[in-house]
Nanobody, 125 residues
Framework: QVQLVESGGGLVQAGGSLRLSCAAS????????MGWFRQAPGKEREIVAA????????YYAGSVKDRFTISRDNAKNTGYLQMNSLKPEDTGVYYC??????????????????WGQGTQVTVSS
C-alpha cells in the first residue's frame, strides 16, 4: 500500500525555520518524482517545490526561491523541505506528493498521483 506521511510542521515566528519530512512507503521511492504543495485557507493548493527522482533537477515557486530547499534521501525513502526566513504568508497546510511511475520533474498539481495527509505550518508575525 502506497503511503506518504508528512511531519515537521508547527508554529514558528517570522524569520524562523522549519524542516518538513515526507516518509514514503509502498513503492520504489527513487523512481518517483516528488513535490511539496501548500494550501492556505480559502486558496487553491499551489506548488512550492519539486524534485526529480534522482534529485538532480529541482523547481521552486518564485515566492519561496532562495528561502526553501527541497531534497531527498532515496536510501531512506524520505523527502525534505527546508524552510528558512519564514513569512506569515507561508502559513498553510503543506502536502507532499509523488508521481510513482516517472522520476521526471513535475510542477503541476494534477501530474501527481499520491498525496500525504498534510502538516500545518503557521508563521506568526
Amino acid at each position: 500500500q502506497v503511503q506518504l506521511v508528512e511531519s515537521g510542521g508547527g508554529l514558528v515566528q517570522a524569520g524562523g525555520s522549519l524542516r518538513l519530512s515526507c516518509a514514503a512507503s509502498g513503492r520504489p521511492f527513487s523512481n518517483a518524482a516528488m513535490g511539496w504543495f501548500r494550501q492556505a485557507p480559502g486558496k487553491e493548493r499551489e506548488i512550492v517545490a519539486a524534485i526529480s527522482g534522482t534529485g538532480i533537477s529541482t523547481y521552486y515557486a518564485g515566492s519561496v526561491k532562495d528561502r526553501f530547499t527541497i531534497s531527498r534521501d532515496n536510501a531512506k525513502n524520505t523527502g525534505y523541505l527546508q524552510m528558512n526566513s519564514l513569512k506569515p504568508e507561508d502559513t498553510g497546510v503543506y502536502y507532499c506528493a509523488t508521481r510513482w511511475d516517472s522520476g521526471s520533474l513535475r510542477t503541476t498539481r494534477y501530474s501527481y498521483d499520491s498525496w500525504g495527509q498534510g502538516t500545518q505550518v503557521t508563521v506568526s508575525s
